[in-house]
């Protein structure tokens, strides 16, 4: 098996110049995306946090829009895999091909050979097919007939599924539900949001739309790297825990959030920090990243599958019942951009 060439660290930047550049990403992606800025920001949170975005939404509510917009805005390449009962695990990673000329055989790369890989309608192929992603999602890497092979740096998966179709569909498993860092949906815009689509499309005069990138893959990596140096305080880590082990004693839960769960909310709970402004976390960063990071990773017992017992409902049990550490006092002289 060959093994991939170990990956160099980047320098980060300085907080800051990660807050400027990330809210300028947001607002370029929300002049596609309107009126989202609360799940755009969570999406983009997951990306400098290094994980992987489920956005489980209706149809047409702008899930792929959101992906192809933050690719751009990014720099990175962009490839999108239409998920289909007959899809094979070989179109996602590649295959080895004959070469007539050269008499050998060469290794053609599949879509997920990206820097943004959009996984549409992930729940509509089987789970041998869902099963390939898992080695990408976590290792950053496929293995092909014992040839390992590293995928570029950085690499992110944006998953869309359906919520409510279920014929033909095959419903995630925990394990690969466990993969994505966050769960977001949009939701239906409101009257006034719906309109100004409309007056947008209309002013475009063409259906595409083309947003100029903030960064580049290389930039993106100092941007991620940045994240990593913001310090976890111990009562902010022991929170995290905390949080992530009352999903698993709640009456309603079959199977609560796993320790990714709680290294979930600290890594997306920093993340948010910087995109607030700050260099360090506080409760309230946890708090805010709490539903996407843990309802998706919560399986509540079968007898209550009829009633509205959900995830959603468990987080909001064990955010009013785990006590909140006190935040400490904010020190201006370590704000960004004092």
Known sequence: MTEPAPRTAPEPLDPATVTARANEVLDRVGQAVVGKREPLTMVLAAILAGGHVLLEDLPG???????????????????????????????????????????????????????????????????????????????????????????????????????????????????????????????????????????????????????????????????????????????????????????????????????RGSLGLMLCGRALAVLRGRDYIVPEDVKAVAHPVLDHRISIRPELWMSEVAGATVVDAVLQEVPVPSARQVDPARAPGS
């Open 61 to 259: 509510l702008g899930k792929t829009l959101a992906a192809r917009s933050f690719a751009q805005t990014l720099g990175l390449t962009f490839a999108r895999a239409q998920f289909t009962p007959d899809l094979l695990p070989a179109d996602l990673t590649g295959a080895f091909v004959y070469d007539q000329r050269r008499g050998d055989f060469e290794f053609r790369r599949g879509p997920l050979f990206t820097g943004l890989l959009l996984a549409d309608e992930i729940n509509r192929t089987p789970p041998k097919t869902q099963s390939a992603l898992l080695e990408a999602m976590q290792e950053r890497q496929v293995t092909v007939e014992g040839q390992t092979f590293a995928l570029p740096e950085p690499f992110h998966v944006l998953a869309t599924a359906n919520p409510i179709e279920y014929e033909g569909t095959y419903p995630l498993p925990e394990a690969q539900l466990d993969r994505f860092l966050v769960r977001v949906s949009f939701g239906y815009p409101s009257e006034e949001e719906e309109a100004e689509v409309l007056a947008r499309r209309a002013a475009r005069r063409r259906e595409e739309q083309h947003l100029e990138p903030v960064t580049d893959a290389a930039g993106l990596r100092a941007m991620q790297a940045a994240v990593e140096t913001v310090p976890i305080e111990p009562d902010i880590a022991a929170y995290c825990v905390a949080l992530a082990a009352a999903t698993r004693s709640h009456r309603s839960v079959q199977v609560g959030a796993s320790p």
